[in-house]
């Protein structure tokens, strides 16, 4: 029967299976596998999914059955649906599945960044990819991709990666990134940047300790920063550790965000916006403890041998510290050096507590000079250690301006096309979050494009102009409302006439269709014109 | 959007999967320009197209104007979600859609 056909490959069976396997065909297919089984066996059964649509829990049980006789048994090429059936339903943990990627090469593509877990290329003009160092990375790139998500949802500019793809035998993360440049970049070419580098960088870090991020959502670096110092109990003076671990836990809960490696390599200027990438590291917690991985990234790891900053951020030792110190003067917003000291020093324990424990772990006390470099940490350590009585701060993260404040459910940003895909995220995670129908969720996007488009090409005409998109869940009946505000030249897009749409190919015109599709697929279109403002809202019901 | 082009003879094959939007629209407009000519059957499979918007329609209104006039053009695999955008603003009545 054709839903299933066996074949050897390297050895083992091999059994596709395709179409819909359900109660009316399981028996069938089971029989028609097991015939194939019975001249070709082997324990190494694989499932080819790749042609499977539908399986239903007749089908599933079929596999169960199959994997009792074969326990190395393990299914292939799962598309998108499957997969979900597969994952709901626990097969995904009682056994291997790979799901189907498509498969990118890096052969030749430029290298633009580096980071702890992975390497990031440019793929082509505007799309690059992190490819993880670890095979079974998918976890991370999951973990990473939702955080993201959650993060430009509260309002923080950054990349969201928008396909999982196979690198050779690992897998990467795609990500629209166009002409990005790193600051690491701008400060090693252009060292009279400095200025505006240090203003951009700071603000963006108060923007992020700004935000507010719902308890469990990421994880906390308090508790992290315990286990450091527990872990370092079996190295340093009893007394020095538990004081390392007294003034960790007297620092209050915190649930704002953290970056967790904000260093000049992870910050992109894209046009003339800035992003963040790397987001695998997100918590929240006090900012002292993003202030310790600040202090590490720029002196710390350098503090031994100078040239290992230069290899990692490009620019060398003297550029980072200078770098350093001006973020710290800005984000404090002082000039006095005896507050920065302080500051600085109650950020060092936590970094060298964090440094000595990562190198410890790596087999530092096997190698001469990381042990020389781990006394050197720890020395610095202890003397701080006996001067230091709490590891808090306070610190006025207001922004300049006060209008740059927004809350999750409205982002504004520049009206350009090359916007669209942040405008695109930031909506469907809303409705991937309320859980709207496929159907409903593609009308709406089609919709938003086409508003947010119209007011990227004409609004404005040559000059630029922001735009605001705003997302609002509204109960009884259930109803997404999105609003489009911008201040361009008045224009109403619902007065426009429709097209015809039972014309010809021939006698239809190249445009149009876009406001009439909007108009058709939503509940309702509604515009007005007020305080120099066009105000458009869109509602659907769901 | 990813595009897989297969040509043979006078026929030409566009596998077109992921979004048809406005940035993705003219990468395919310009596929369609640079291997159209000469072409008298014209297949584009969508089995693998999550989402089109208007941008992606004009480019198919502009491929099929060009296709009248010299053979047929041809949609396949069509998923539910797009199907009703073709219905919505009438181009199932335009497009051949198998």
């Avoid at chain 1, 297919?29 to 324990?43: P, V």
């Avoid at chain 1, 300790?209 to 527990?230: C, F, K, N, S, Y």
Wanted: proline letters at 3%; hydrophobic letters at 40%; charged letters at 30%.
């Amino acid at each position: 029967m054709k839903e299933v056909t066996g074949t050897i490959r390297d050895g083992s069976p091999v059994i596709a299976l395709s179409g819909r396997i359900d109660s009316g065909n399981a028996p069938q297919a089971e029989a028609a596998i097991q015939a194939f089984l019975a001249e070709h066996d082997g324990s190494d059964l694989v499932i080819d999914a790749e042609d499977l649509e539908y399986i239903s829990s007749a089908g599933l049980r079929v596999l169960l059955r199959m994997r009792k006789s074969h326990s190395g048994m393990r299914i292939i090429n799962a598309g998108t649906e499957v997969y979900e059936i597969l994952d709901m339903t626990g097969f995904t943990q009682m056994m291997t599945v790979e799901r189907a990627y498509r498969v990118i090469s890096i052969e030749g593509c430029e290298v633009i960044g580096q980071g702890a877990n992975g390497t990031i290329y440019r793929i082509d003009g505007d799309n690059v990819v992190k490819v993880y160092n670890n095979a079974e990375a998918l976890d991370e790139i999951q973990h990473e991709r939702e955080v993201a998500r959650l993060a430009l949802v509260l309002g923080i500019p950054t990349a969201i990666s928008y396909d999982v793809v196979r690198v050779g035998d690992s897998y990467g993360s795609v990500f629209e990134l166009l002409d990005a440049r790193s600051f690491s970049l701008i400060l090693e070419e252009q060292p009279e940047k400095m200025d505006w580098c240090v203003k951009e960088y700071v603000d963006l870090l108060k923007k992020i300790h700004r935000t507010e991020v719902r308890r469990g959502d990421l994880p906390d670096m308090r508790e992290t920063a315990i286990g450091w110092a527990q872990y370092l109990k079996d190295y340093l003076p009893a007394e020095a550790a538990e004081k390392l671990e007294k003034l960790i836990r007297d620092i209050p809960e915190d649930q704002h965000m953290l970056h967790g490696d904000y260093h000049t390599k992870n910050i992109q200027l894209t046009g003339d916006e800035v992003l963040l990438i790397d987001m695998d590291t997100l918590a929240v917690g006090h900012p002292v403890f993003e202030l310790a991985s600040m202090y590490n990234a720029f002196i710390g790891f350098g503090e031994f041998d100078h040239d290992r900053v230069t290899r990692f951020m490009g620019f060398d030792y003297k550029v980072a510290a200078e770098f350093w110190h001006r973020s710290l003067e800005a984000y404090l917003n002082t000039g006095d050096e005896a507050t920065i000291t302080q500051v600085e020093n109650k950020a060092r324990v936590i970094g060298y507590a964090r440094m000595i424990r990562r190198s410890i772990r790596r087999g530092g006390m096997d190698d001469p000079d990381k042990k020389a470099e781990i006394e050197m940490w720890t020395k610095e350590l202890l003397g701080l250690l006996e001067t230091e009585d709490s590891l808090v701060f306070t610190v006025n993260l207001d922004a300049e301006n006060d209008d740059d404040e927004k809350d999750g459910s409205e982002i504004e940003l520049e009206a350009t096309r090359d916007n669209l895909p942040k405008v695109m995220a930031f909506v469907e995670e809303h409705l991937q979050q309320i859980n709207c129908p496929m159907k409903a969720e593609m009308q709406i996007a089609v919709a938003v494009e086409e508003i947010f488009i119209n007011i990227a090409n004409y609004a404005y005409g040559p000059d630029k102009g922001n735009a605001t998109v705003r997302v609002e869940v509204q109960e009884d009946p259930v109803a997404v409302v999105i609003t489009f505000i911008d201040q361009g030249v008045p224009y109403d897009p619902v007065a426009k006439a429709d097209p015809d749409v039972t014309l010809s190919a021939e006698e239809r015109e190249i445009g149009g269709l876009g406001i009439f599709m909007v108009k058709q697929t939503m509940d309702d279109v509604h515009y007005e014109y007020q305080d120099g403002k066009n105000i458009l809202t869109l509602k659907k019901e769901l | 959007m990813n595009i897989e082009k297969k040509s043979e003879e006078k026929k030409l094959e566009l596998l077109v999967s992921g979004r048809l939007d406005t940035t993705t629209a003219p990468e395919l407009d310009a596929c369609l320009k640079e291997s159209i000519d000469g072409v008298e059957e014209l297949t584009m499979d969508f089995s693998d197209l999550e989402y089109i918007s208007s941008a992606g329609l004009r480019v198919l209104l502009s491929a099929q104007k060009t296709m009248n006039k010299q053979g047929t053009m041809t949609i396949t695999g069509v998923g539910e979600p797009i199907m009703e955008i073709f219905e919505v603003t009438g181009f199932t009545d335009i497009l051949t859609i198998v």
